[in-house]
Each structure stands twice: as structure tokens, then as C-alpha cells.
């Protein structure tokens, strides 16, 4: 074999074409580790070891000769260079080899022989890798992807059911990273086939059939979080030797306490990636409904009706049909939900008058399709069971025995009431939910296929391979180097995720030292957002978990709050229209009592919220002003979402915690990704992110500030799915097709706003509100009664009134006081960069 230059990885066509093979000697040391300097060791301790070096189109490794283990990949990129000679090597005939990650020293026996590697690596990779070698548009490592098919999420439950079926389609290898994962959540509810679709199930049956599954947690600071990373871990390690599991960082010895991994990634067989805010976890499973409550399949019936149930059933509008989109959540794909003619049960109401897409299927006939008469979920059996209540779900077929739940033991959760505890009991409830109301989940997410999930792949075995490095547990051969497939193969997709269309595609990161040893840093998400915003024509809509920006270069440096800033401005001047819709949560997701204050993270995080928006001169508004004075309000809008329910015949609110972190801009452009608009996830030495940004280049006729425009299929669907989940189905279609019109700005988005905004205000008092500009007033507010507790039946009649869960965002919430941590909290002990 080594006469004939060939080995056991030169003929696999997903890695691309043969290149040069051969027996080598090399230097050990070299690695770019954070913390120690790029030799890694002094000259005296350099270790050489023969090694059979392999060249391929977009890596290189070596391998011992005598197991044919591989021990080392090095990965083609822009910094990618060879030199010869001693000068360079410090070695007579040697070979240096540079990327980001690592200088390779080779020793050669004779200086012809080192001129024919380094002429020979060199002309490979420029005939076979050389996109590689080139930096791309917004820094990014990866290329812009033409005709690439993609397809976006609303919302977990079309997502998870997708990554759930793609995952059963996997041949070769599934590679996972979250920054939280929970082994024992249902990808596929209700749930009704058992543990089928529970994802330790999944990954468990994809291992039996010789599937490869590497996952990679991030290890959290165990005093600051509750994820319980290594539960997560020793779970999935134990269901097969098939799946392999590492946690990084090691906070004491790779210094990082404060950043943490943050993008959630699903890549399968190197071919489909699915990109987005979605961690495969608790809390996450949600649909375009936000619903409030889960107590079983049917309401507890109470000896006394409520006035505000009485109505229920005469609310219920069975003749409501979705709207169609190209990709509707609630058009599931699967043949489950026949639009039979069931009238909605009106037990199993979320709010009042909003009539259920799921009430249109009967669950019951599902079973007998899938040959199960009953439900075998997990959590079927229910303590409370004995309390006297009538719980069977109506489906005028018999009942159903057990419970359809969508939200199982800890998934059923209200973090900002109370945060996650004892995660190794995943179906035990930890909230109660006969008298707390859950806080739905608002997030988005993204698939692409082909090329672009071959530059998500490349990310992840690129964190994989230096994670093996970095920590000694893991340089077993158990945890074997990762390899990536060639983008020659990238287009022969066995595996296709229905539904998605054809866009140009660019992968884009945030990426260090630390989180992928490379050498210098990327933040390609932030030049991303800056560069689109600035060149946007008519209107940015934005849904963020976060928004901490406006640069002062002390405290906060992305700069993505001036660009809005700046853009608007320069419409002001131009006289032009533009809109900038921002939807941020509420609340931020730390647990804390706003009825008190909220606690000091809550508040710091607060604090930083509404810099960025509207208090002092550095933030968007304050720009603004300066300039137009009030006329900024013709420009852009900030928004939360809420919604109401009746929970055992009380009437109840919540925010919905929007967890997106989406860019939409002119119905052309779309980024979506885990990257959340602050510091932590923009600058790219902090948190590891992953994005992606999509360019439409199909296009559909439509209307942009009253004249026809040619709209994005990916983009402009994506919108309007958007604005039909948060203004309600009810608005008509025709409203929603031009979002920069002075009709639907201010009549439909603004307006919406304000009187959702002012029913809640009328009958939850709900906190945030503008009347508490202080913690006095806030004590004063929350003893005041409120009119539905007082008045259910009036406050039932206020309630239809709203539309969706839009609601304006309260600008004066305890603006008169300080809201960063008092000296001596343990928050006021870490460092200012925690929050932003």
C-alpha cells in the first residue's frame, strides 16, 4: 500500500477525490490552545513520529501506520499555507503547514522529496478546495450557496416533527450540538405512539442500525445554570456505544467562565442541517396556538360553571380554516389531521372564542391507524386523577383512556416563575398546573440542504476535532476525529425536507479561539446584520430574545441598534418610508418575582433592554429624537407578545417568551440562527453562534409601499406566517401584504398593538406597565383589584377583543430607577459583560 500511495480512506467518494498519499515523519506541538502560545511546548520537548499523511480536497490527516487510527485533521481555510526549508521548520528538509488552528511541522528525507509534498498539497488544494482558501462575504469561512433549498420554522412543533423524521431517514451519522439538551422531550405530540418519537428513543434506534451520533453539550458553570449538562450526557452515552457525547468548556482549565456555546445545530449525514434558536429541550415544544394551559385532554369539570365558561361553546367558530401558505405549521404533513368534520370540543378551548386546529382530528382514530388502542405515554398515569374530575377527551368515538398532554412532566414549565430542578426526573411535574398558567415559546428555526449543510457540518467537526484535542478524556480512540465530506458530493441528496425552496444560502458564525481554536476571531452574524440593515430598502422586522446594542465602546460594542438608527435617519432625510418592526420579550427569562422588582439579573438584563431602545441619548430613540423629534414614531414600533386563557375557571395571563433570533428585510432577505442581538452572541470571541442568511432568488409579484415589488418566496412567507401568528388569523390578507403602507404600519400593526396592550392593562394589570415607574408605585399597583377577578363575565366580553398576542412594549417600566445590580448582590460581582 505505501508503494502504491493508497489507503483505507483513498477511494471514499464523500471525501472527494484522491489526493497525494504518503509516509511522513512529524513534529508533535503546534496547536493553537488558548491560553499557551502557538508551539505549545519549548524546543527541547518536541517528540517525531512516523505517520501516514493523507491530502484530501478540503483537509489533510495522518493516521499510524501500523492501527491505520487517524490522529490528527487539519482543515483547508483561508490561512492556509505551505513553506519549506529550514528557516521556517527549524528542520533540515522540513515541511510547515498552517491554518487557523494549528502550524504542522513535517520532516522529509531530502529537499526534493519536501518539494514534492509542498508542490503537491499545494496544487491539490487549488485545484480541488480552493473556495476554501478564500475569505468570504461578511468574514464568514463559509460561501454564499447558490440554489440551495431551505425551508423555515415558525414555532417548535413543525421543527420538531421535521428533525424528528430526518433523523429516521439517517444512513451514516447524525451530529447534534445544543446549549441545552433533554433526552427524554416528544418530538411528535400529541403523543401517540408511546415512546416512539421521544428522542432518547429516536437516537437509541438509529444507533442499533449502526448510525454514528455525536453530540456536544455545552458544560455549564453548575452554581450559575440549572441545565444539568451531565445528566444530558451520561443518558445518551448509556443508551448505545454508538453515541458519543462531550461537554466542553472545562471552565478552570481553559479560563472560560463567563461564554458559553450557544448555537443549536442538527446535522444529518452531512447533507441536511437544521440551523436556528431551537435547543432540543424543555420548555421548547410549542405551536402557533401559545396555549397557557395542559391539564389533561379535558377541562377539570367544577361543580359551579364559571360565567366566563358559559359562553365557550357558542364562541367557537368550526368554519375557521387556516389561511394556506406555502409552508403553514398547522398544515401537518402527515395524513393525521383530515379535516373531518368534528366540531372543535369546546372543553379543550385555549382562550375564549379561539377555536383549536387540533379539535379538527379526532385523536382517537389516530390510535386505531397506528393499531394502538391506547395512549402508552409516559406520564399517563395522573396523581391528580382522584379529585373527583371528569377528564376524558370528548371525540364522539368512545374516550380515550389515559391523557393527551402536550406538555409531559418538566416540559410544562413557567421559568420566570421558577426555574428547571431535578432534571433526572423528566416526568415529574416541577410547577403546578391546575393554578400556574406555562410561558409559551415563541422561536424560529431553519433547514437548508446540499453545499450549506456541508459548511454547517464543517463547524461542527471543526469544534469536535479541536474539543478532542483540547481535553485529555477525550483523545481516546472511542471518540474518533471527524472528517468532512466533500461539497463535489454535496448535491446527491438521498433525504429531501418537503416543502422547501430554492434560495442562495450563506452559513455564518460566531467562532474563537476557545469555542474552535482557531487563531483569529469571527463575528460574521454581526457583519451580517449591520451590512443588511444599512442597505435596506423599505423595512426590517425583527424578533430577538435580546436587544442590547448602541455602541459606546465601554459597556456595549455590536453596533446593530445605530445601523437602525442611522437607516432611519437617512429615510427621515430622504423623505422616504421606512418601518422597522422590533418583537423582544416582556419579561427577559430569569426567574424573578416582577411583582417584586424581578431579581437582579432580571433587572440587569432590563436595564441594558431598554438603553438599547429608549433610555439615555445612546439609545435608538434617543438618536432619533435628537434629530426628528416625536416623528420616530412614524418609523419604528416595539412590541412583546402575551396571551390569556382560562385556567380551572379563572381567568389568566402570561407573556410569551419570544426566543427568536430572526431578521427578515424587504421580503428578499432572511437571517435566522441562534446568534441573539447582544455583545455575548455578536462580537465572536464570546458565545459560539450559528447563522444563516438566505437570499430569494424566487420570486412572487406583490406590493411594496403601495407599488408592485417582486417579493421572496423564502422571505416574504416567512413574514407573513409571522404576522398571522402575532396579529391572529382574523386580520384580513390583503392587510398584511404590504408591510410598509401607512394602512397596515398604523392601522393594523400599531393599532393592534395599542389595544391589546390596553384590554390586558384593563382587565390582568399586567407587569410590565407603563404605570409603575417606580418600585413604590409598584408595591401600590399590584394591591389594586383587577377586573377579572371582580368581573369575570365583563372582563370574558373585553378578552374577544384582542387579536393575536401583539402588545405594545412599556417604555417607562421603573425608568426612574437604577436597574443595574446593587453594590454588593452576587451579581454585582461578575463582570459587566455577563449581561450584555
Known amino acids: 500500500m505505501e508503494f502504491l500511495g493508497v489507503s483505507q480512506l483513498s477511494f471514499i467518494p464523500d471525501l472527494g477525490p484522491k489526493g497525494i498519499e504518503g509516509m511522513i515523519m512529524k513534529r508533535s506541538g503546534g496547536h493553537r490552545i488558548p491560553g499557551l502560545n502557538c508551539c505549545g511546548q519549548g524546543r527541547l520537548c518536541y517528540r517525531w513520529s512516523k505517520r501516514w499523511l493523507v491530502v484530501k480536497d478540503s483537509f489533510l490527516l495522518y493516521m499510524k501506520p501500523d492501527s491505520g487510527a487517524i490522529s490528527f485533521v487539519l482543515l483547508v481555510d483561508k490561512e492556509f499555507s505551505i513553506k519549506i526549508g529550514k528557516k521556517e521548520t527549524e528542520t533540515k528538509y522540513g515541511l510547515r503547514i498552517d491554518n487557523l488552528s494549528r502550524s504542522l511541522i513535517l520532516k522529509c528525507n531530502s529537499y526534493r522529496h519536501a518539494l514534492w509534498w509542498g508542490q503537491g498539497i499545494e496544487e491539490f488544494i487549488q485545484k480541488n478546495g480552493k473556495n476554501f482558501l478564500k475569505g468570504h462575504r461578511f468574514g464568514s469561512y463559509a460561501a454564499?450557496?447558490?440554489?440551495?433549498?431551505?425551508?423555515?420554522?415558525?414555532?417548535?412543533?413543525?421543527?420538531?416533527?421535521?428533525?424528528?423524521?430526518?433523523?429516521?431517514?439517517?444512513?451514516?451519522?447524525?451530529?447534534?450540538?445544543?446549549?441545552?439538551?433533554?433526552?427524554?422531550?416528544?418530538?411528535?405530540?400529541?403523543?401517540?405512539?408511546?415512546?416512539?418519537?421521544?428522542?432518547?428513543?429516536?437516537?437509541?434506534?438509529?444507533?442499533?442500525?449502526?448510525?454514528?451520533?455525536?453530540?456536544?453539550?455545552?458544560?455549564?458553570?453548575?452554581?450559575?445554570?440549572?441545565?444539568?449538562?451531565?445528566?444530558?450526557?451520561?443518558?445518551?452515552?448509556?443508551?448505545?456505544?454508538?453515541?458519543?457525547?462531550?461537554?466542553?468548556?472545562?471552565?478552570?482549565?481553559?479560563?472560560?467562565?463567563?461564554?458559553?456555546?450557544?448555537?443549536?445545530?442538527?446535522?444529518?449525514?452531512?447533507?441536511?442541517?437544521?440551523?436556528?434558536?431551537?435547543?432540543?429541550?424543555?420548555?421548547?415544544?410549542?405551536?402557533?396556538?401559545?396555549?397557557?394551559?395542559?391539564?389533561?385532554?379535558?377541562?377539570?369539570?367544577?361543580?359551579?360553571?364559571?360565567?366566563?365558561?358559559?359562553?365557550?361553546?357558542?364562541?367557537?367558530?368550526?368554519?375557521?380554516?387556516?389561511?394556506?401558505?406555502?409552508?403553514?405549521?398547522?398544515?401537518?404533513?402527515?395524513?393525521?389531521?383530515?379535516?373531518?368534520?368534528?366540531?372543535?370540543?369546546?372543553?379543550?378551548?385555549?382562550?375564549?372564542?379561539?377555536?383549536?386546529?387540533?379539535?379538527?382530528?379526532?385523536?382517537?382514530?389516530?390510535?386505531?391507524?397506528?393499531?394502538?388502542?391506547?395512549?402508552?405515554?409516559?406520564?399517563?398515569?395522573?396523581?391528580?386523577?382522584?379529585?373527583?374530575?371528569?377528564?376524558?377527551?370528548?371525540?364522539?368515538?368512545?374516550?380515550?383512556?389515559?391523557?393527551?398532554?402536550?406538555?409531559?412532566?418538566?416540559?410544562?414549565?413557567?421559568?420566570?416563575?421558577?426555574?428547571?430542578?431535578?432534571?433526572?426526573?423528566?416526568?415529574?411535574?416541577?410547577?403546578?398546573?391546575?393554578?400556574?398558567?406555562?410561558?409559551?415559546?415563541?422561536?424560529?428555526?431553519?433547514?437548508?440542504?446540499?453545499?450549506?449543510?456541508?459548511?454547517?457540518?464543517?463547524?461542527?467537526?471543526?469544534?469536535w476535532n479541536f474539543t478532542k484535542i483540547m481535553k485529555p478524556k477525550y483523545r481516546s480512540l472511542s471518540y474518533p476525529f471527524l472528517l468532512p465530506k466533500s461539497q463535489q458530493t454535496a448535491d446527491e441528496l438521498k433525504y429531501q425536507i418537503p416543502e422547501a425552496v430554492c434560495a442562495n444560502v450563506q452559513v455564518l458564525r460566531s467562532a474563537a479561539d476557545w469555542s474552535a481554536g482557531i487563531k483569529y476571531h469571527e463575528e460574521s452574524i454581526h457583519s451580517a446584520y449591520v451590512n443588511v440593515i444599512a442597505n435596506s430598502k423599505h423595512y426590517i422586522y425583527i424578533e430577538n430574545q435580546f436587544f442590547i446594542s448602541c455602541a459606546d465602546d465601554k459597556v456595549v460594542s455590536n453596533r446593530i441598534g445605530d445601523a437602525i438608527a442611522q437607516r432611519i435617519l437617512k429615510a427621515h432625510r430622504e423623505n422616504k418610508r421606512c418601518r422597522v418592526y422590533v418583537v423582544i420579550p416582556l419579561l427577559p427569562g430569569f426567574e424573578g418575582d416582577i411583582s417584586t422588582g424581578g431579581g437582579n439579573a432580571l433587572q440587569a438584563i432590563m436595564h441594558f433592554n431598554y438603553r438599547t431602545m429608549c433610555r439615555g441619548d445612546n439609545s435608538i430613540l434617543g438618536q432619533l429624537k435628537a434629530e426628528i423629534g416625536d416623528q420616530w414614531i412614524n418609523y419604528i414600533s416595539f412590541c412583546g407578545l402575551r396571551n390569556y386563557a382560562e385556567l380551572e375557571g379563572k381567568l389568566v395571563t402570561e407573556l410569551i417568551y419570544v426566543h427568536s433570533k430572526l431578521m427578515i428585510v424587504d421580503d428578499n432577505t432572511v437571517i435566522i440562527g441562534s446568534a441573539n442581538i447582544n455583545d455575548r452572541s455578536m462580537l465572536g470571541k464570546r458565545d459560539s453562534e450559528m447563522a444563516i442568511i438566505v437570499q430569494d432568488t424566487n420570486t412572487i409579484p406583490s406590493v411594496m409601499d403601495g407599488e408592485n415589488y417582486e417579493a421572496g418566496r423564502f422571505a416574504q412567507s416567512l413574514r407573513l406566517q409571522c404576522f398571522r401568528v402575532v396579529l391572529g388569523n382574523s386580520s384580513d390578507p390583503s392587510d398584511l401584504q404590504d408591510p410598509v403602507c401607512d394602512k397596515f404600519f398604523k392601522e393594523v400593526w400599531v393599532a393592534t398593538a395599542a389595544r391589546n396592550a390596553t384590554i390586558f392593562d384593563k382587565v390582568f394589570r399586567c407587569l410590565p406597565s407603563d404605570e409603575v415607574t417606580n418600585l413604590a408605585q409598584l408595591r401600590e399597583f399590584i394591591t389594586k383589584p383587577k377586573l377579572a377577578c371582580e368581573n369575570p363575565a365583563k372582563a370574558a366580553e373585553e378578552l374577544k377583543k384582542i387579536h393575536g398576542f401583539l402588545v405594545q412594549f412599556p417604555f417607562r417600566f421603573l425608568d426612574e430607577e437604577n436597574l443595574l445590580p446593587s453594590v454588593g448582590t452576587k451579581e454585582s460581582m461578575v463582570p459587566m459583560e455577563t449581561w450584555t
Open 144 to 463: 454564499v450557496q447558490e440554489n440551495t433549498l431551505a425551508k423555515w420554522y415558525v414555532n417548535a412543533k413543525g421543527y420538531f416533527e421535521d428533525v424528528a423524521n430526518a433523523m429516521e431517514a439517517a444512513k451514516e451519522e447524525i451530529f447534534i450540538t445544543d446549549w441545552w439538551l433533554s433526552p427524554e422531550i416528544f418530538m411528535k405530540r400529541p403523543v401517540v405512539e408511546g415512546n416512539r418519537w421521544r428522542l432518547d428513543c429516536i437516537l437509541r434506534r438509529k444507533a442499533q442500525q449502526g448510525v454514528k451520533i455525536f453530540v456536544m453539550l455545552y458544560k455549564e458553570v453548575e452554581l450559575a445554570l440549572g441545565i444539568n449538562s451531565e445528566y444530558s450526557k451520561r443518558t445518551l452515552m448509556h443508551l448505545h456505544p454508538n453515541i458519543k457525547v462531550m461537554r466542553h468548556p472545562d471552565h478552570v482549565s481553559s479560563t472560560v467562565y463567563l461564554w458559553a456555546h450557544h448555537e443549536k445545530l442538527v446535522v444529518i449525514d452531512q447533507s441536511i442541517a437544521f440551523v436556528g434558536g431551537i435547543d432540543l429541550a424543555y420548555g421548547r415544544w410549542d405551536d402557533n396556538e401559545h396555549r397557557l394551559t395542559d391539564v389533561g385532554s379535558a377541562k377539570r369539570m367544577t361543580a359551579t360553571k364559571s360565567a366566563s365558561t358559559i359562553n365557550l361553546s357558542s364562541l367557537a367558530e368550526p368554519d375557521q380554516q387556516p389561511t394556506i401558505g406555502p409552508q403553514l405549521e398547522h398544515q401537518v404533513k402527515l395524513p393525521l389531521q383530515e379535516n373531518t368534520d368534528d366540531t372543535p370540543d369546546p372543553s379543550r378551548m385555549k382562550g375564549i372564542g379561539r377555536p383549536k386546529k387540533f379539535a379538527r382530528f379526532s385523536i382517537y382514530r389516530q390510535l386505531h391507524r397506528h393499531g394502538l388502542h391506547h395512549a402508552d405515554s409516559v406520564s399517563s398515569v395522573d396523581s391528580d386523577s382522584n379529585k373527583g374530575s371528569i377528564r376524558s377527551l370528548k371525540t364522539g368515538v368512545g374516550e380515550l383512556l389515559g391523557e393527551t398532554r402536550f406538555w409531559h412532566g418538566k416540559d410544562y414549565c413557567n421559568f420566570v416563575f421558577k426555574d428547571w430542578v431535578q432534571l433526572d426526573k423528566p416526568f415529574a411535574d416541577f410547577i403546578d398546573r391546575y393554578t400556574m398558567p406555562r410561558m409559551p415559546w415563541h422561536d424560529i428555526s431553519s433547514v437548508v440542504h446540499g453545499k450549506a449543510a456541508r459548511d454547517v457540518a464543517r463547524h461542527f467537526i471543526q469544534r
